[in-house]
């Protein structure tokens, strides 16, 4: 597997999916993984697992990559100094490998902790420490700091991180830091969604995965949400699209309300009604578990029923399929949706 989407489907999904069907996936890690993901034995004979190959990891040149996996051949690095030492890399390959929690698994150092290793190299090491570790066989550090004790990221805080130097995550999904507020607000899963009943009403939300408009489909959009059950298929009529213009093209978490049609086992939402989850979803690295949030613009789903926001009702400027307001809060995770129009 490597890191480009494959079809309609992103790494994040094929992740997924693979962890779903019992496929063990185990994270990128600076003394294990390749630049390929590959396959690693178990405990079970039959049975192999995923690792993430350092191809994962954003902004990482393939040529750094190459040389620290040279490096490491004959013995495996047992500090950030060692690495440094060792592989030679640049520390801005370092710090974006460090980002990406690789250092966690073999050497573990979290990432604050790693990120503070680091910040203390430069590009190449002194010339006497060089030497010293040449004679000595071993790496000899130039100097030694003082234990610190660093303030631990939330939970929430690290699925954030994940999502932006990794593309996704093996931690909790970030739709579950968000669930109680969600449940309040009577917002079933994605996997409940697709269980219901044909013809049955129900809101529902995830992540915007995949934004499809095929040009035989008459100005249709086919959108795929994704939480930590499942995901669900939505349809949304022209109208609704023009609608709601500014959440179908710009939202990365999406509260809808709709109605359940099955026709053998195809199942999707026929969109009514769309608000734009993305400010609670900014929340997520702030969290450390799941906590009610005060409801914003898109209270109009905790009310029920589909139709305008009052406010939006007083709106006096151009229509909505003149209006694109995109997504510029700070902290928004982001998750790349592929858009098939």
Avoid at 48 to 68: P, S
Avoid at 79 to 87: F, G, H, N
Avoid at 238 to 258: E, F, I, N, P, W
């Amino acid at each position: 597997m490597n890191a480009q989407p494959m079809g309609f489907y992103a790494p994040a999904q094929i992740v997924r999916d693979a962890r779903d069907h019992g496929v063990e996936v185990r994270p990128v890690c600076i003394n294990a993984s390749r630049w390929d993901c590959t396959m690693e034995p178990t405990e079970r004979e039959d049975h192999f697992a995923v690792r993430l190959g350092l191809r994962m990891v954003r902004g990482l040149a393939n040529a750094d990559a190459a040389a620290i996996i040279a490096a490491r051949a004959d013995q495996a690095f047992v500090s950030v100094d060692d690495l440094w030492r060792r592989a030679g890399v640049p520390s801005a390959s370092l710090v974006q490998i460090a980002e990406a929690d690789a250092l966690q698994p073999s050497l573990k150092l979290a990432r604050r902790e790693a990120l503070w290793a680091i910040k203390g190299l430069r590009d190449e090491p002194l010339p006497l420490f060089a030497a010293a570790s040449a004679r000595e066989a071993q790496t000899v550090p130039e100097l030694h700091e003082p234990m610190v004790a660093l303030r631990p990221m939330t939970a929430g805080g690290e699925v954030v991180e994940d999502y932006g130097h990794v593309g996704l995550t093996l931690r909790a999904h970030p739709v579950t830091f968000l669930r109680a507020d969600l449940s309040a607000r009577r917002i079933v899963t994605c996997a409940e969604a697709m269980q219901a009943r044909d013809g049955r009403w129900l809101q529902t939300a995830g992540l915007v995965l995949v934004r499809q408009k095929p040009g035989t489909a008459k100005g249709v959009m086919f959108i795929t949400l994704e939480d930590e059950t499942g995901i669900a298929n939505l349809v949304v009529w022209a109208k609704m699209c023009d609608k709601y213009r500014r959440v179908v093209l710009s939202a990365s978490m999406v509260a809808v309300r709709g109605r359940i049609q099955r026709e053998g086992e195809v199942v999707h939402l026929v969109t009514h009604h769309l608000a734009d989850l993305s400010r609670e979803l900014a929340s997520v690295g702030e969290r450390e578990a799941a906590f009610l949030l005060p409801h914003g613009r898109g209270d109009e789903v905790h009310h029920g029923g589909p139709g305008l926001d009052p406010r939006e009702r007083q709106f006096k400027g151009p229509p909505p399929h003149d209006v694109y307001v995109p997504d510029s809060r700070v902290g928004s995770i982001r998750v790349k949706a592929r858009d098939f129009r």
